[in-house]
């Protein structure tokens, strides 16, 4: 009798697989999926999307969402009902956006979605205030970072590349967030809640899927 291996399952591209591939500079096992491309918190926001948020009813919303990976920008434009927009400063987006001078109106878009790009941004207030401001009221920001336990710590004089991988664990990121970005967000006027895989799915959920247990989805309401 062979030992039972849980299937795993993307929910990105509906594929299933017998492992997620390694993924990063240190490899974390269970990463990558093979198939479309996406990580374990692309997985996640979609499994987010799917069991907690009415995004796939096929009803018609407008998204901006900053930054995006090619691959996972494809899937986006393919759901129905979908008004989608993929912006950013550097690289190949729909729109060119500077996420600290957005060019749209307040109150323009049902969801913006911005995941590991404020680590990047020096004035990243700046940057959640603009997405509260073209957000519709009652709609929604879903922000990501890199979380680490210990708190938000930033540097203004560590702008050497070799001295932020040192500190932040990166050469191009400006600070490392802790859970208490919340209270930055709430600043810049969302209301916001904060979901953890096991608050979204079960802990056979958690292996099928390969889900990071320590990821934060902010979930942030503009009222
Ligand atoms: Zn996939």
């Known amino acids: 009798m062979t030992s039972e291996v849980p299937a795993r399952y993307c929910p990105v591209c509906g594929s299933w697989l017998r ?55 494809k899937r986006f434009k393919q759901i129905a009902g979908l008004d989608y927009l993929s912006a950013g400063l550097t690289g190949n987006y729909m729109v060119k956006m500077d996420i600290i001078d957005i060019q749209y109106a307040d109150n323009s878009f049902d969801v913006v979605y911005c995941s590991h790009v404020l680590e990047h941004i020096p004035d990243d ?68 809640m904060q979901l953890r895989p096991p608050d979204i799915v079960d802990a056979e959920g958690i292996v099928r899927f390969g889900l990071k247990e320590n990821e934060i989805i902010f979930v942030c309401q503009k009222k």
């Open 19 to 73: 492992v997620f591939e390694p993924f990063g500079s240190n490899p974390r096992p269970n990463a990558l999926c093979p198939v479309c491309g996406c990580l374990e918190r692309h997985r996640l926001v979609w499994i987010f999307f799917e069991r907690k948020t009415s995004f796939f009813d096929g009803a018609p919303k407008s998204m901006l969402h900053i930054a995006p990976g090619k691959k996972f920008e």
């Open 125 to 192: 207030r700046k940057a959640m205030r603009e997405m509260h401001r073209v957000l519709k009221v009652g709609g929604w920001a879903i922000i990501m970072v890199p979380i680490r336990p210990e708190g938000t710590f930033e540097d203004p004089l560590a702008t050497d590349p070799v001295v932020r991988k040192r500190v932040y664990g990166q050469s191009d990121h400006v600070r490392v967030y802790g859970p208490d970005i919340k209270y930055r967000l709430e600043e810049a006027g969302f209301t916001v």
